[in-house]
């Protein structure tokens, strides 16, 4: 399935039954170098829209917010050694956590990569 976003510029994509989510180019260029990352524990089970992480740059901290229900079953430890990866690639190797949807039609209510950059666009 292709990448989703969500107006607080998560993006979260399915991969085979877990979904990967992350936060978009755009998030990462707004906040600027990335110094810290929070990220959630594996076992915590999250609803659409709860605070999931925490992004800290030099400019603000942020929250990150699930994009769609599951249970994380994964976090990427790399990010706690080297936040600036988020820097360096926002919509690959830095996604934030995996997790295992609970309910899969919560992905028709976000953006496709189209919507997100007219959403984007709006925005400046």
């Known amino acids: 399935m292709a ?9 979260v994509r399915v991969d085979g039954e ?6 978009s180019e755009h998030a990462q260029e707004q906040l600027g170098d990335i110094v810290f990352v929070e990220l959630p524990e594996p076992g915590r089970a999250l609803k659409q829209g709860d605070q999931a992480a925490v992004v800290e740059s030099v400019k603000a901290a942020s929250d990150i917010y699930a994009p769609i229900s599951g249970e994380v079953v994964e976090k990427n430890s ?6 600036a990866l988020v820097n360096e690639s926002a919509e690959d190797a830095a996604w934030f956590f995996k997790l295992r949807p609970a309910d899969p039609k919560e992905l028709d209510v976000l953006m496709d990569a189209e919507a997100y950059r007219a959403f984007v666009e709006t925005l400046t």
């Open 18 to 23: 877990l979904a990967v989510v992350g936060i």
């Open 3 to 11: 990448t989703r976003y969500t107006k607080d510029h998560e993006w």
């Open 78 to 83: 790399a990010l706690e050694d080297n936040p």
